[in-house]
């Protein structure tokens, strides 16, 4: 009986894992019953459970699940039998399995919303090579004036209020499409994560086990506000990268904030062509900020590992619909210049494209 459960499990769960990643579903189903439905749902319930918690509760939950599991497989080879090992790989596939339904439930669904580029008035026909040059010209610009500023306010406070950065952030995500107030994730650092992330050249994750933002720590003040909105970007539901990057862009833009302005402005700067920024000269404090931050990138820096990863993170998104892979994490910049916005930066929306959702 034992033996026929086991691969009768690993079958159920790795064929209801592959059926969910899949099936076939409709954008409107996607947008309005998971999106702004169940997902909402789990993330309004959990997200304010995690953030209660004074650690990283995926770090709880590895440890959790790996124990659990390694526990299992010593059960198992102590029993002896000719199918021990088999027994061990068959559990395996049914806790992989397992996961695989519960991301797509938690989160994954999510890969199939329709991407930002169809719900906002986006021309490509605006993103010309004086246009880009344009834009360009503007960030530096405001860059290098914001720069002061900024440097005063981390000097006073350190970091960036998180509660001023949400209210920014919260109009952004509802002018794009989330009709529930998102819970934002209180930013947390991972034991288990966080010297890979400096290693491999990672700026964070939202875990949808754990329904967290885990941040690497080593970031300077200047260039954690960005990088946190764009992880609230996918607690919103937003899962591509370009797309979290718009979302981190357009709040930052938009904020009255000093700090929360400039770290918006040293990414997007850092994402523009290098030929077009080569045109115009950062300030002498902006240019520390680049060495400053090209400094903690390269503290722990392993250039095998991060090549590795982000091979395996380019395969990951192209499985699951995001077709440009890890280049998706720059196309935001086309974005902003080919979307107008209104007074209170946010994007224009198309009615047409709206229609699609």
């Given amino acids: ?23 076939p579903i409709s954008p409107a189903w996607i947008e309005g019953r998971y999106a702004n439905g169940i ?8 997200v304010p459970l995690a953030n209660a918690a004074p650690f990283a509760v995926g770090d709880l939950l590895v440890a959790l699940a790996g124990l659990g599991f390694i526990g299992f497989a010593i059960r198992r080879v102590r029993r002896g039998g000719r ?13 992989g399995g397992a996961l ?33 040059a344009a834009f360009a010209r503007t960030i530096v ?22 509660t001023v950065l949400e209210r920014d952030f919260l109009p952004v995500v509802a002018r794009l499409g989330d009709t529930y107030r998102v819970r934002v994730s209180a930013p947390k650092t991972s034991l288990v994560l966080d010297r890979w992330f400096q290693i491999a050249g990672i700026g964070g994750m939202f875990d949808p086990f754990a329904y967290e933002t885990v941040l690497n720590s080593a970031f300077l003040p200047f260039e954690r506000p960005f990088a946190l909105a764009h992880e609230w970007g996918h607690v919103a539901g937003f899962t591509a990268e370009g797309d979290a990057n718009l979302i981190a862009a357009l709040t930052c833009l938009r904020s009255h904030d ?3 302005r400039y770290s918006g402005l040293f990414w997007i700067y850092g994402y523009l062509p290098g030929d077009v920024t080569a ?9 520390a900020d680049e060495r400053a931050a090209q400094a903690r990138f390269l503290r722990y820096y392993q250039p095998w590992i991060y090549s590795l990863q982000w091979r395996a993170y380019d395969v990951y998104l192209r499985a699951n619909r995001v077709a440009s892979g890890v280049r998706s994490y720059g196309e935001f910049t086309s974005l902003l210049v080919g979307t107008p916005r209104d007074a209170q930066g946010l994007p224009s929306t198309s009615r047409t494209d709206q229609a699609r959702l």
Avoid: C, K
């Fill in 100 to 132: 695989g339904i519960w991301f797509q439930v938690a989160w994954g669904l999510n890969y199939r919303r329709v991407p930002i580029a169809y719900r906002v008035a986006y021309d490509g026909s605006r993103v010309t090579d004086a246009a880009v």
């Fill in 279 to 287: 045109r115009y000269a950062v300030s002498a404090l902006v240019r």
């Fill in 1 to 23: 009986m034992t033996r026929a459960r086991g691969p009768l499990a690993a079958l159920i769960a790795a064929a209801l894992a592959a059926a969910l990643f899949m099936a």
């Fill in 141 to 162: 610009d405001d860059l290098n004036r914001t720069a002061p500023a900024a440097h005063r306010e981390m000097a006073r406070a350190g970091d960036a209020d998180t």
């Fill in 39 to 46: 997902y909402a749902v789990l993330a309004d319930t959990f």
């Fill in 258 to 260: 000093p700090l929360i």
């Fill in 83 to 95: 199918f021990a090992i088999v027994a061990v790989l068959l559990g395996l596939v049914t806790l």
